[in-house]
């Protein structure tokens, strides 16, 4: 004799619960999450997929059993479940953690170009090219973590307009380490720049003191904004350095930038920027855990822009006197 066993609700509520998350981050954050690296998102879309298939199957299926089947012991029905709960939980945390701060709109607005630069994106890369001939001198960019890429076009077009051509990477779950050589294959794809700076605000900016710490004659300069490496780089003596940083900064304090001196080289330039904040490298609005401002993000920015271009007009210098130009 066998019997039909009921739907099994306690898959279908975990699979609803995965559905409803990825599809309230896919709606309330879809310009940013389509604008930024393609794979958050593939990932909220497959995991929306699953959701669907997994919730189907558990509540259609009945499996035929045996009636004098003995149930299964308490315990292990208790692990199966705590597990899957708690494999659930943490997909929809890490889903929830990966969202991005969305561009500004003055950042949007930026992403039209300027009479001096132009500004194109693919779905890894937003570049910024000058009008005029580029100089051969350029920067690749990596953002800071969970920030929308094209919030630090406003600051970095400057750099285009000024001849530089930039390269802002576009990383996957927008967190620098998942693309340990996005500036490495930059660096290849345009072979006419002969020297690279490699820049990054925060988490991007510890990515970029790694790839500057590289053997690679062609990156020849270094911008950290909010940012310090996590290793010595005080031997690349001939790299030429700006550590641009907020007094008023929460997440990259001034503290840990003095902490921190001796592993950038000899002759570092050190900017702070009396009164900003951590948000203030970017377009994206506010960020917890970061200090208050006392100035404005215009008066902020103004000191970024300024000591940024510095460096890369100082490392096009350094390139034209060693060759004799």
Not at 132 to 160: E, H, I, M, Q, S
Request: glycine fraction near 10%; avoid cysteine; hydrophobic fraction near 45%.
């Amino acid at each position: 004799m066998h019997w039909r066993r009921p739907p099994r609700w306690w898959p279908f509520g975990l699979s609803a619960l995965t559905l409803v998350v990825s599809v309230w981050i896919l709606v309330v954050l879809w310009d940013p999450i389509t604008a930024g690296h393609p794979a958050y998102f593939i990932t909220l879309r497959l995991v929306a997929a699953v959701s669907v298939l997994v919730g189907a199957v558990s509540l259609l299926t009945r499996r035929t059993e045996p009636v004098e089947r003995e149930p299964r012991p308490l315990w292990r029905v208790i692990v199966v479940r705590a597990v899957a709960v708690l494999a659930t939980l943490g997909l929809v945390g890490v889903l929830l953690y990966l969202r991005p701060h969305p561009a500004s709109s003055t950042a949007i607005d930026a992403m039209a170009g300027s009479p001096g630069a132009t500004v194109t994106e693919s779905s890894i890369r937003i570049r910024l090219d000058p009008t005029t001939k580029a100089a051969t001198t350029g920067v690749v960019f990596y953002p800071g973590a969970l920030v929308d890429p094209r919030a630090y076009v406003p600051n970095l077009l400057p750099l285009a307009e000024a001849g530089y051509p930039v390269v802002i990477i576009k990383l996957p779950y927008d967190i620098a380490f998942f693309d340990p050589n996005g500036a490495q294959a930059v660096m290849d794809a345009n072979p006419d720049v002969e020297r690279w700076v490699v820049g990054g605000h925060s988490l991007g900016g510890v990515m970029a003191s790694s790839v500057a710490g590289r053997d690679d004659a062609r990156i020849q300069g270094l911008l950290l904004w909010g940012s310090y490496p996590n290793a010595s780089i005080a031997d690349r003596t001939g790299l030429e350095v700006t550590s641009i940083f907020g007094s008023e900064d929460g997440l990259t304090t001034p503290a840990d930038i003095d902490r921190t001196k001796d592993r950038l080289p000899p002759g570092t330039v050190f900017v702070e920027v009396q009164g900003g904040n951590h948000a203030f490298f970017g377009d994206y609005g506010e960020q917890g855990g970061d200090g208050v401002a006392t100035i404005t993000r215009e008066q902020a920015q103004e000191q970024i822009r300024a000591a940024s271009l510095e460096l890369v007009q100082r490392v096009a210098a350094t390139a034209a006197a060693a060759s004799g130009g």
